[in-house]
């Protein structure tokens, strides 16, 4: 299985990808930086990676009512990396 899980695309993270060329993914929670680097490099040819940030996203408060009333849970914790480019480029919507 991928380390790479998906590239997560904001508003927020488009704009700082134009500006700084930085990008985010959804990794595994057991993935360490330098696996994360050789990954990306991997999965897409002709990049370099020159840093990679991670941080754990926590667990939200989420619920929602049913015929039966309130039912009240959390999402799920996860692994965000942001990852510097320091050469190539990545476009999410080439094929779009």
């Known amino acids: 299985m991928s380390i790479l899980i998906r590239p997560v695309i904001t508003e927020k993270l488009t704009r700082i990808q134009e500006e700084t060329g ?3 993914f959804e990794v595994k ?3 360490t930086k330098p696996e994360i680097k050789r990954a990306i490099e991997v999965a897409y040819p002709g990049v370099k990676v020159a840093k990679v940030n ?3 996203m926590p667990s939200k408060p ?3 009512f049913t015929k ?3 039912q009240a849970g ?3 914790t996860w692994k965000k990396a942001i990852v510097t480019i320091k ?3 990545i ?3 080439e094929e779009v």
């Open 62 to 64: 989420k619920g929602r």
């Open 87 to 89: 050469e190539g480029e």
């Open 54 to 56: 991670t941080m754990i």
């Open 68 to 70: 039966s009333g309130y």
């Open 74 to 76: 959390r999402t799920s």
């Open 29 to 31: 929670q057991t993935a």
């Open 22 to 24: 930085k990008i985010a």
């Open 91 to 93: 476009d999410f919507f």
